[in-house]
């Protein structure tokens, strides 16, 4: 896999920060290191993929909800001054909140995320019918 032209910007919690490695243990022995241990999964899929370059974001400890808040807050997705503008602020107009969903599909396009089949809810009057009578 070739990525030399993407940047990897990794978000998560102490299992992404690194902690209990070998190079991520404060003095203590017990608290994780002042930083990103740079044996942790994301410098390992950097090399194994070829990135450009990685940035451990990860907060050891953190929650999903604070990982979500991270990635939001986040200022290298976008340099657009409008939208970072709508992510900063939310959407003052139909026209913005329409923008920022389709920021939230490019963002889920780039992280591989696709939305599952809707169910199929229908039914006809004949086949409730049916199941009522029984």
């Given at each position: 896999?070739?990525?030399?032209?993407?940047?990897?910007?990794?978000?998560?919690?102490?299992?992404?920060?690194g902690h209990g490695l070998i190079?991520?243990?404060?003095?203590?022995?017990?608290?994780h290191g002042p930083k990103p241990?740079?044996?942790?999964?994301?410098?390992?899929?950097?090399?194994?993929?070829?990135?450009?370059?990685?940035?451990?974001?990860?907060?050891?400890?953190?929650?999903?909800?604070?990982?979500?808040?991270?990635?939001?807050?986040?200022?290298?997705?976008?340099?657009?001054?409008?939208?970072?503008?709508?992510?900063?602020?939310?959407?003052?107009?139909?026209?913005?909140?329409?923008?920022?969903?389709?920021?939230?599909?490019?963002?889920?396009?780039?992280?591989?995320?696709?939305?599952?089949?809707?169910?199929?809810?229908?039914?006809?009057?004949?086949?409730?019918?049916?199941?009522?009578?029984?």
């Amino acid at each position: 896999m070739d990525c030399k032209e993407y940047d990897l910007v990794a978000f998560g919690c102490s299992f992404t920060y690194g902690h209990g490695l070998i190079d991520c243990i404060a003095d203590d022995g017990i608290s994780h290191g002042p930083k990103p241990s740079a044996i942790a999964w994301p410098n390992c899929l950097k090399s194994i993929a070829n990135f450009r370059t990685v940035e451990n974001m990860a907060i050891a400890g953190s929650s999903n909800k604070m990982i979500a808040k991270e990635v939001i807050d986040y200022k290298k997705y976008t340099t657009n001054k409008m939208e970072l503008e709508l992510l900063e602020n939310g959407p003052k107009s139909l026209s913005q909140s329409w923008h920022l969903q389709a920021l939230f599909s490019n963002w889920k396009k780039v992280k591989g995320i696709k939305d599952p089949e809707p169910l199929n809810l229908q039914s006809s009057f004949k086949e409730w019918n049916g199941r009522v009578d029984s």
